[in-house]
DNA sequence: CAGCATCCGTGACGATACTG
DNA sequence: CAGTATCGTCACGGATGCTG
């Protein structure tokens, strides 16, 4: 997952390994679409502006991963799968929604 | 500026607009490293792990193309250039912070 | 509906040598 | 010291089409 084997003798836990696991293009806005609750494939599909499948699989199978979201499968036809963030996951909604704000008041 | 009228500045700022300012790699290691106060170029070139050079350029002009740094350069023998944060840069404190507490509680 | 497979271009990133 | 210049690589990311 990483280029770099960082830590092997570290223990202290690095912006970058941090960024590893939210740093990714899409990583936050998907929390932030996360955060008014559970969420279909297909709905983070249309709230996610501009993401595409494969990016949307790669960055919920990196965070499933890593324990910010979790995978529930439905064996209903059509299938469901839906996507709720962990506990870990919702700890960073304060955090972004500060972004949000930084960036609504200095981006533009 | 309130969150009043953060609509009449510009209808959107997404997380992807924020991201493309502060998103970068090494953007918030940079900013971290600044937040105990102004640094040399080479200082940072130290300070911030397995950079280098040409990525730490990079990085502080689109920083300081963005408000978030300030350049000042010095005509002394050898030159020196320093680089401090702004408001806006120093903003970003309580939230990189923030996110890095995260980490540390759950990365690792 | 959910999401995997495939192709492919761009550019991000790194290492190094060089300059005022 | 503080950058430029140059080159090469590879991972990221976009656009499909296909499947259970």
Excluded: D, H
């Amino acid at each position: 997952m990483n280029k770099k084997n960082w830590s092997s003798s570290k223990e202290k836990c690095t912006l970058q390994e941090i960024l590893g696991v939210i740093g990714g293009k899409w990583s936050m806005s998907i929390i932030y679409a996360l955060f008014t609750g559970k969420k279909r494939f297909s709905e983070l599909e249309r709230l996610v502006l501009n993401i595409n499948t494969r990016m949307l699989v790669k960055e919920l199978k990196n965070m499933e991963a890593n324990g910010i979201v979790v995978r529930e499968v439905f064996a209903t036809v059509p299938p469901t799968v839906e996507y709720t963030l962990t506990t870990k996951g919702r700890k960073l909604e304060p955090i972004i929604n500060e972004l949000y704000k930084w960036g609504v008041e200095y981006v533009g």
